[in-house]
């Protein structure tokens, strides 16, 4: 079974803060996501990466940025937290090519105060 | 950009069959999956449909209508373990993307 796994499943931090969220993969996937969930608006999709060091921007970038120096993990960064990016953030990957499923972490629920 | 249209809502009685709908206007189309969400949890992958036609996996069936833009995910013989919310997302090209829709929280009731 593929296991990802985020870091924290609740966070709380302070407006201006740097806030970093960490997500692992066991299962040699190539691609990673990073969504951010929020009620009635669903997954949006912030960054992902197609392979290690590799990015690309999603829907919603602004405030985000990533990091994967590693083929199994994939960090947001939030460069200075605002409350409007309290939200539950979700990270995904999936092996690349054809219509292979993504597979999701239990997710990281950050409130900034 | 693309939308995904999903109801918000829906109630059911165990026992029962409930069908999600998911409405879709997307250029590029390339398939479209269905997953589910427990309260809490982490989305789990249920159906992929590219083709028109339905797909069954034993209680839960999807249908696609590409000419129509149409999906919908079917639940029978429903079991209070079915209350979750169901998402519908949209591949479009060869993009590593899925847009989704806002999602259909069903409740089963006793």
């Known amino acids: 079974d593929v296991k990802v796994t985020q870091s924290s499943r609740y966070l709380v931090k302070r407006t201006g803060e740097k806030v970093f969220l960490e997500c692992v993969q066991d299962?040699?996937?190539?691609?990673m996501f990073w969504y951010r969930q929020d009620p009635g608006l669903g997954l949006r999709l912030i960054y992902f990466?197609?392979?290690?060091?590799?990015?690309e921007k999603g829907d919603i970038p602004e405030g985000y940025s990533v990091s994967r120096e590693k083929k199994e993990r994939f960090s947001l960064i939030l460069e200075s937290a605002s409350t409007n990016q309290t939200s539950m953030y979700l990270c995904?990957?999936?092996?690349?090519?054809?219509?292979?499923?993504?597979?999701f972490g239990d997710g990281t629920r950050l409130s900034i105060l | 950009g693309q939308n995904i249209d999903q109801p918000t809502e829906m109630t059911a009685t165990e026992g029962a069959i409930v069908q999600i709908n998911c409405t879709y206007q997307?250029?590029?189309?390339?398939?479209l999956f269905w997953y589910q969400q427990h309260a809490g949890e982490a989305p789990t992958f249920l159906s992929y449909?590219?083709?028109?036609g339905l797909e069954e996996k034993g209680r839960f069936s999807s249908f696609l209508s590409r000419s129509k833009g149409y999906s919908y995910l079917l639940l029978k013989e429903l079991q209070m373990k079915d209350s979750a919310s169901y998402l519908c997302?949209?591949?479009?090209?060869?993009?590593?993307?899925?847009?989704f829709g806002a999602g259909t929280t069903v409740t089963v009731r006793a």
């Open positions: 997302a949209v591949k479009r090209g060869n993009d590593y993307k899925l847009s």
């Open positions: 997307t250029s590029g189309f390339n398939g």
């Open positions: 990466s197609y392979d290690v060091k590799m990015k």
């Open positions: 449909n590219v083709l028109d």
């Open positions: 299962m040699d996937h190539e691609n």
């Open positions: 995904a990957s999936r092996i690349s090519g054809g219509n292979q499923p993504q597979h």
